[in-house]
């Protein structure tokens, strides 16, 4: 596939649980996002990756987040202890300059 | 702090007529501006961009406009079709940034 893709497309999870969410970026991308939009919100950053350099981890919203990347290829978003309020749809975006090709995102819902 | 506004959440507009979405931002040192349209189930993708040397974009049926005086963005669809509807997320940014910083979406919806 050409684009950007996520797994799973949805996950229900009870609170307190770890969650674990993939994405797989467009080949060739060194520039990785994970976004967050929450109901009724616009797209939220979470934490930017670019080639080797240390990950920009500024938009976590707590500790209980948490993101690698394998080289230039897939990462992983993980939120442990989920909360309620952490659901929401989890967006992946690649790029190699500025445009951002986004992936459908993964809906997290905490029961 | 909403640094970027999309006031209205929702429109809709007669197909064949012109959509008009708008956008405000607070921070003056944004240069770049985009716009993004999302169907259900699909993630944002890339519709056109802005920079502030320009007060005008054109592509095709879509037109956007800044107003830097004004901080407020614009984007102009027409005629607007059925396979518009979508939401539509205005987005800034800092040159030598990565970071954009999104709108809260307007969901269009055009009548046939």
């Known amino acids: 596939g050409a684009g950007v893709s996520q797994s799973p497309s949805n996950k229900v999870t009870e609170k307190g649980k770890d969650v674990e969410l993939r994405c797989d970026p467009i080949?060739?991308?060194?520039?990785l996002y994970w976004y967050r939009q929450r109901l009724g919100q616009g797209l939220e950053f979470l934490i930017y990756f670019q080639g080797n350099s240390a990950p920009d981890k500024s938009g976590l919203p707590s500790d209980r987040f948490s993101a690698e990347r394998t080289g230039e290829s897939v990462s992983t978003l993980t939120i442990q202890r989920t909360q309620q309020e952490d659901s929401a749809v989890y967006l992946c975006?690649?790029?190699?300059?500025?445009?951002?090709?986004f992936g459908p995102g993964t809906r997290l819902t905490v029961l | 702090d909403q640094q970027v506004k999309q006031n209205s959440p929702s429109l809709s507009v007669q197909e064949g007529r012109i959509s008009i979405l708008n956008c405000d931002y607070t921070n003056s040192m944004f240069d770049y501006f985009l716009w993004y349209k999302k169907y259900p189930a699909e993630g944002p993708t890339f519709l056109i961009s802005?920079?502030?040397?320009?007060d005008k974009n054109e592509d095709g049926r879509f037109t956007v406009f800044l107003n830097k005086s004004a901080k407020h963005l614009s984007l102009h669809i027409v005629p607007s079709q059925p396979g518009d509807s979508a939401v539509y997320f205005c987005a800034a940014s800092q040159t030598g940034t990565y970071k954009y910083i999104f709108g809260t979406g307007t969901r269009l919806k055009v009548l046939a």
């Open positions: 802005i920079s502030s040397i320009k």
């Open positions: 080949s060739g991308h060194t520039a």
């Open positions: 975006a690649s790029s190699l300059f500025r445009e951002k090709f």
